[in-house]
């Protein structure tokens, strides 16, 4: 068995919200409280939880757009937690991101081709005629054409901008990439075609994937394993075919069993669980387990004692006092 | 109740001519769910916009008929129109906020909305207020009636809003993506509300989603839209089971399965809808059907039947 790519340790991630003058005062977001998890190289481990679970605070923490306030990163055997933003430089040819919105992380006034050749210019020392062969090649990876490259952003279609955006991803050849809802404003007709493209890139390039999104039957679809998130927390984490077959916390229960299939035969074959209320807020997460507050089969001690994410199984972990399996 | 003929929306712009709705045509029953799928840019919004009569762009140009209940919507005047709105039409949105202002709270907003069509005290609307909310699952109804917009959630939002289309019990309820911004858990508490709302209102509803697994959930009968047209009409069954344009089906194959075998690779369409400032001639899905043949140049017509596409392998 290879080393892992990435080790995530106790990682946590507070900020701070508001003044002490606003009617509040300062309030704590609790926004990854104790994450822990391994990403081996070649695999994609998929994150999934409702909206503010912290899926993209920790895309960011590892990617060290954001500064963790405890716990350790390695990087390919390297401790990457504390480095300060000069001695990350040389790791961030390494790991990379992808937004989801890519009209927002894509400067309106720059051509194509300088988008794409920023990430060559900043990190390499390649001349401008290696530059403009790169942009050539990369262009063609992602499946856009060569005069695609004096174009701006905005006469592109969204599918065509995420393009832009995995090839100066891909530019310097990197290790990890951290994907944060990659297709979810595309439709899906185009979203297949991303999906399809990442996939091809794997192999090819022999990428590590980090692949955030709310839509499970993508996610099931690009993951080898699965992270499920819930108030800043992994509550559970497996291979993507049992999470899917045989989820075993009541969360990741509710959360598949919501999902709407597009199939009518397949209709009332599952029993939909309801999940009444909102995730509560992360400035004061529930005591003892913080699912409590929405779990069907709460009991007692689930209000006092918190629930460590611990094997279940080969190949799964679950935090919960009483997982179905 | 509601008979849709030949509605097109032209929007003049800078650019030229955008026809964003051609020549659609359908019919919503009472008590019905009628859905309508497409991809974005595809019209659903627009469509339903001319049906409210909330297209107030001057430079947009409308056509054909909307007939409600035997009264025609298109020339109505804008008076006429805003009373029909609030007695017997009501739309959701996608984003709430459009529909709520952030300056009052939620139980003013919906007191407001019920004194507007009803003749009653304050006191009365206040409590209508509350039995909305509660009718909408807001816990805690007598104290949530006193929060801002800001201080709910996606979901509350959403409840909010739906109670106060309710306000007036309409008749049709055009909801626009009421979903697509919230998680799938949240969704599910919002599909389960519709459903109960269907059940003890009867109330008609023209649901437009881009998602053909709420479709599966929720429709009685659908329409595909693609490039401002209508191409496929039926009952929810007959699309699911027996899709018949190239276009319903390669959507249905474009999405992932969440059971079963997972395909090596997705099933994409390949290309992207066409830009409506030049459409192509003839079929505007021929750049991207795999089915495409010589007579696909001209344009294909959808049928008269219940069950029908704008296809020339189907009509042939
Ligand atoms: N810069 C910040 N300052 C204060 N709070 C923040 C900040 N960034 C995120 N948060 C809070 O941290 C929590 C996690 O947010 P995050 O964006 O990681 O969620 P997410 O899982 O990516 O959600 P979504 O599905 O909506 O993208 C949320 O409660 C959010 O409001
Ligand atoms: N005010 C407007 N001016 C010009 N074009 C418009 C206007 N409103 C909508 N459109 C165009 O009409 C088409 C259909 O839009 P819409 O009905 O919103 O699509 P959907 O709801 O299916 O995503 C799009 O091409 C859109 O850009
Ligand atoms: S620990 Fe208790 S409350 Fe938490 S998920 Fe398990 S059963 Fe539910
Ligand atoms: S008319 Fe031709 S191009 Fe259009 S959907 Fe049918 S087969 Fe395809
Ligand atoms: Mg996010
Ligand atoms: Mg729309």
């Not at chain 1, 839509?215 to 108030?231: E, F, N, P």
């Not at chain 1, 497996?238 to 009518?264: E, K, M, N, W």
């Not at chain 2, 805003?82 to 959701?92: F, S, T």
């Not at chain 2, 109804?141 to 929060?147: F, I, K, L, T």
């Amino acid at each position: 068995m290879s080393a892992p790519l990435l080790e995530v340790v106790d990682v946590a991630k507070r900020f701070s919200a508001g003044t002490r003058f606003s009617r509040q005062g300062v309030r704590i977001v609790h926004a990854l409280d104790g994450v822990s998890f391994t990403v081996m190289p070649g695999e994609t481990l998929g994150l999934v939880g409702e909206s503010g679970c912290g899926k993209s605070t920790l895309g960011r923490c590892i990617t060290r757009l954001y500064d963790l306030t405890s716990g350790t990163l390695r990087f390919a055997g390297t401790d990457i937690s504390a480095l300060s933003q000069r001695q990350m430089r040389p790791m961030r040819r390494r790991i990379q991101m992808v937004f989801q919105d890519p009209y927002a992380s894509l400067n309106p006034r720059r051509r194509v081709r300088d988008l794409i050749a920023e990430p060559l210019r900043v990190h390499t020392g390649m001349s401008e005629a290696e530059i403009s062969k790169r942009i050539a090649e990369l262009l063609d990876i992602v499946g856009l054409k060569p005069d695609h490259a004096m174009r701006f952003p905005h006469e592109f279609s969204g599918g065509q901008r995420q393009r832009i955006g995995i090839a100066r991803a891909i530019a310097l050849n990197p290790e990890l990439i951290v994907l944060d809802e990659p297709v979810s404003a595309l439709d899906v007709s185009v979203q297949a075609q991303i999906v399809n493209l990442l996939a091809d890139l794997q192999e090819r390039l022999n990428l590590t994937y980090i692949f955030i999104a709310h839509d499970l039957s993508v996610v099931r679809q690009v993951s080898t394993r699965i992270a499920v998130m819930y108030l800043g927390s992994i509550v559970e984490m497996g291979s993507a075919d049992d999470i899917f077959s045989r989820p075993a916390h009541p969360y990741t229960q509710a959360l598949i069993s919501a999902v709407p299939v597009p199939d009518l035969a397949a209709q009332g074959s599952t029993k939909r669980i309801v999940l009444t209320g909102d995730v509560p807020s992360p400035v004061n997460p529930p005591s003892g387990c913080r699912f409590h507050t929405r779990c069907p089969i709460a009991q007692d001690r689930c209000r006092s004692e918190r629930p460590v994410l611990v094997p279940s199984a080969p190949q799964r972990s679950v935090a919960c006092h009483f997982p179905t399996c | 109740m509601l008979k849709v003929r030949k509605l097109s929306v032209t929007f003049r712009t800078e650019q030229g001519m955008v026809q964003a709705v051609d020549h659609v045509s359908f019919d919503v029953g009472e008590g019905e769910l009628l859905g309508v799928v497409g991809e974005s840019g595809s019209g659903k919004t627009v469509s339903l916009l001319a049906v409210m009569g909330l297209i107030t762009d001057p430079n947009a140009v409308i056509t054909g008929s909307i007939q409600y209940r035997g009264r025609e919507l298109v020339g109505m005047k804008p008076r006429d129109m805003r009373a029909l709105r609030g007695k017997e039409i009501a739309m959701i949105f996608q984003d709430p906020m459009t529909a709520l202002t952030p300056v009052y709270t939620i139980g003013w907003q919906i007191a407001e909305q019920v004194l507007a069509h009803e003749k009653i005290s304050k006191a009365a609307a206040w409590q209508r207020a509350i039995d909305l909310l509660a009718e909408v699952n807001i816990p805690n109804p007598q104290e949530a009636v006193h929060r801002y917009p800001h201080q709910l959630s996606g979901g509350m939002r959403q409840r909010v809003v739906i109670a106060m289309a309710l306000s007036c019990n309409p008749a049709l309820l055009v909801a626009d993506e009421p979903t697509t911004a919230l998680d799938v858990t949240v969704q599910a508490q919002i599909l389960d509300l519709l459903h109960k709302l269907r059940r003890n209102h009867g109330s008609a509803i023209v649901f437009i989603t881009h998602d053909m697994g709420v479709m599966a959930e929720i429709a009685d009968r659908m329409l595909v839209m693609y490039a401002g047209r209508v191409v496929e009409r039926g009952t929810k069954e007959e699309l699911f089971l027996q899709p018949l344009h190239p276009y319903t089906r390669a959507l249905l194959d474009s999405i992932p399965p969440l059971t079963g075998e997972k395909p090596k690779r997705l099933r994409a369409i390949p290309g992207t809808p066409p830009n409506l400032l030049n459409r192509p001639l003839g079929c505007a899905f021929a750049p991207r059907c795999i089915e495409r043949f010589e007579k696909c140049s001209a344009e294909p017509a959808l049928g008269d039947g219940k069950n029908a596409a704008a296809c020339f392998r189907v009509s042939a």
